[in-house]
C-alpha cells in the first residue's frame, strides 16, 4: 500500500495528513495511557511493533504472478486498540521511507491512513462483533486480520482514484486500481491471517493474565489458548 | 542435548545461505545458475535474516528467564493453568490446527510458482505508479535517494531482523519462564507425593 514519494498531487497528500495527524496523536495519548496503566504490557507493544515491522518488509508472491507487502497491523488493533495501531504503523512508515525508500514523507499520511487507520478500525470492528457472537478467538483473530489486510488496499485503490480519475469518473479508476493492488493482495491476507493466528495463540497461551486485565480476552483460557466458556 | 535445536539451526542457517548467495552467482566462485525474480531473491534474503534473528534472540531470551530465576527476581505471575491440568501435564506435540494452518500457509507461497513459472513477480508497489505514469503523470517529487538492487535486499534484511530479534527474545524468555514454572510445579507434586 505504500504510495510512492510524489506520487499524490497537491491538495490530497496534505487533506489525508490532516486526517491522519489527529488519529495519530490520540494514538499517542492512548499509548502513554495504556504503557502507564499496564507497565508490564510494554513488551507486548514491542512485540506487536516488531510484527508489525517483519510482516511489512516481506514482499510475498500472489497467485496473480506479482508481489506484494501484507501490513501486520490488524493484530496491533484487536490487542491495543486502532489509536495505538496507528502509532505503531506510522513508525514502520518512516523508517521505510528514510532508510528504504519506500513510500514517502509526503505520502506518509496516505500510507498512515490506509495502513494504520482504516485497516486497524475494520480488524477491531470484526473482532467486537465475533466476540459478542462468542465465535472462537482464532477464528474471529483470522477473518478480522486478513480482512483488514485488504481493506488497506482496497483504501489504497480509492486514494489514489481519488486523485487520478478517469476520463468515465472517479470509480472507474478505484476499479482499475484496485485490479492492480486488492487482487493481489487476496492470497497474501490469507497468509498474514495465519501468522497472526499463530502469534495471538501464542499470547492467549502465555500472556493471558495480562491481556485478560486489558480486557481483550477473558478467564480462564483453555491449554491451546481457547478461551473456556462456562455456563 | 541442551542446545540441539540451536545447534541444528547455527549450522543449517549459515549453509543455506552460503549455498544461495552462491546459486546466485555474488560469491567469484561460480556463476549464476539460479535464476529468481528480484522481489523473491529479496524475499528469500530477508526470511533467513528473520529466522536467524529470531533464534538468536530466542536463545537469548530463554537465557534471560532462567537467570531472573536464579537471581530470585521471577515471581510466578502467570498462574492460568486450570489446576486439573497442571497436576498431570501431558504435553501436546502435535496440533492438528496448527499443522493444517502451516500447511495451507505454504501453499499460498509456494503456489503462485507453480501457477505462473514465468511471472516475474514484480511488486504492485511499483505496477501502481506505473499505471499513473502511464496516464501522463510525474511525480511532483521524487526520493532523495534510490536504492540499488543489493542495498535493498540488505536494508529489507536488516528490517525483518530487527523485528525478528524482538519477537524471538520475547518469545523465548516466555517459554523460559513457563518451563521454570513447569519445573517448580513438578518439584511440589513430588513433595507433596512424597509425604503422602
Given amino acids: 500500500m505504500h504510495i510512492q514519494e510524489g506520487f499524490l498531487p497537491n491538495p490530497w497528500w496534505e487533506i489525508w495528513w490532516l486526517l491522519a495527524i489527529p488519529i495519530i496523536a490520540y494514538g499517542v495519548y492512548k499509548l502513554s495511557k495504556v504503557t502507564k496503566e499496564f507497565p508490564e504490557a510494554k513488551p507486548l507493544l514491542a512485540l506487536m511493533g516488531a510484527f508489525i515491522f517483519v510482516i511489512s518488509a516481506l514482499k510475498l508472491p500472489s497467485v496473480t504472478g506479482s508481489s506484494s507487502h501484507p501490513t501486520g497491523s490488524g493484530l496491533a488493533a484487536i490487542i491495543f486498540g486502532p489509536g495505538v495501531a496507528s502509532v505503531l504503523s506510522a513508525i514502520a512508515l518512516v523508517f521505510q521511507a528514510l532508510l528504504l525508500a519506500h513510500g514517502g514523507l509526503t505520502t506518509l499520511g496516505a500510507n498512515d491512513v490506509s495502513m494504520g487507520i482504516i485497516g486497524p478500525v475494520i480488524a477491531i470492528a470484526i473482532w467486537i462483533i465475533g466476540r459478542k457472537a462468542r465465535i472462537s478467538n482464532s477464528v474471529v483473530v483470522f477473518i478480522a486480520v486478513a480482512l483488514s489486510d485488504l481493506a488497506t488496499y482496497v483504501v489504497t485503490s480509492a486514494q489514489l482514484a481519488l486523485a487520478f480519475p478517469t476520463a468515465a469518473g472517479v470509480f472507474d479508476s478505484f476499479l482499475r486500481f484496485a485490479a492492480i493492488y486488492s487482487i493481489t493482495q487476496v492470497p497474501l491476507a490469507i497468509g498474514e491471517a495465519i501468522l497472526a493466528v499463530f502469534l495471538f495463540d501464542f499470547l492467549a497461551k502465555y500472556k493471558s493474565k495480562l491481556l485478560s486485565s486489558m480486557k481483550v480476552i477473558k478467564l480462564p483460557v483453555s491449554e491451546e489458548g481457547e478461551e473456556v466458556h462456562t455456563q | 542435548?541442551?542446545?540441539?535445536?540451536?545447534?541444528?539451526?547455527?549450522?543449517?542457517?549459515?549453509?543455506?545461505?552460503?549455498?544461495?548467495?552462491?546459486?546466485?552467482?555474488?560469491?567469484?566462485?561460480?556463476?549464476?545458475?539460479?535464476?529468481?525474480?528480484?522481489?523473491?531473491?529479496?524475499?528469500?534474503?530477508?526470511?533467513?535474516?528473520?529466522?536467524?534473528?529470531?533464534?538468536?534472540?530466542?536463545?537469548?531470551?530463554?537465557?534471560?528467564?532462567?537467570?531472573?530465576?536464579?537471581?530470585?527476581?521471577?515471581?510466578?505471575?502467570?498462574?492460568?493453568?486450570?489446576?486439573?491440568?497442571?497436576?498431570?501435564?501431558?504435553?501436546?506435540?502435535?496440533?492438528?490446527?496448527?499443522?493444517?494452518?502451516?500447511?495451507?500457509?505454504?501453499?499460498?507461497?509456494?503456489?503462485?510458482?507453480?501457477?505462473?513459472?514465468?511471472?516475474?513477480?514484480?511488486?504492485?508497489?511499483?505496477?501502481?505508479?506505473?499505471?499513473?505514469?502511464?496516464?501522463?503523470?510525474?511525480?511532483?517529487?521524487?526520493?532523495?535517494?534510490?536504492?540499488?538492487?543489493?542495498?535493498?535486499?540488505?536494508?529489507?534484511?536488516?528490517?525483518?531482523?530487527?523485528?525478528?530479534?524482538?519477537?524471538?527474545?520475547?518469545?523465548?524468555?516466555?517459554r523460559g519462564k513457563r518451563a521454570i514454572e513447569e519445573e517448580d510445579i513438578a518439584r511440589l507434586n513430588h513433595k507433596v507425593s512424597q509425604k503422602e
Avoid at chain 2, 549453509?15 to 561460480?30: C, D, E, K, N, R
Avoid at chain 2, 534473528?53 to 537471581?71: D, V
Fill in chain 2, 1 to 174: 542435548m541442551k542446545y540441539k535445536y540451536y545447534l541444528i539451526l547455527a549450522v543449517a542457517l549459515p549453509t543455506s545461505l552460503l549455498m544461495y548467495i552462491t546459486a546466485l552467482g555474488f560469491t567469484p566462485w561460480v556463476g549464476a545458475f539460479l535464476k529468481l525474480p528480484p522481489e523473491t531473491e529479496t524475499l528469500l534474503f530477508t526470511i533467513q535474516a528473520g529466522v536467524g534473528a529470531a533464534t538468536i534472540g530466542h536463545f537469548f531470551g530463554y537465557k534471560r528467564a532462567k537467570k531472573g530465576k536464579k537471581n530470585g527476581k521471577l515471581e510466578h505471575e502467570e498462574t492460568i493453568l486450570p489446576t486439573a491440568t497442571r497436576e498431570k501435564k501431558k504435553r501436546k506435540t502435535f496440533s492438528l490446527k496448527y499443522a493444517v494452518l502451516l500447511v495451507v500457509m505454504l501453499a499460498i507461497f509456494i503456489a503462485p510458482f507453480i501457477i505462473n513459472p514465468t511471472a516475474n513477480f514484480s511488486g504492485t508497489d511499483g505496477q501502481g505508479p506505473q499505471a499513473i505514469q502511464d496516464q501522463g503523470y510525474n511525480p511532483w517529487l521524487t526520493p532523495f535517494f534510490t536504492l540499488s538492487h543489493t542495498d535493498e535486499i540488505l536494508l529489507f534484511s536488516l528490517q525483518v531482523a530487527i523485528g525478528g530479534t524482538i519477537i524471538g527474545y520475547f518469545v523465548g524468555h516466555e
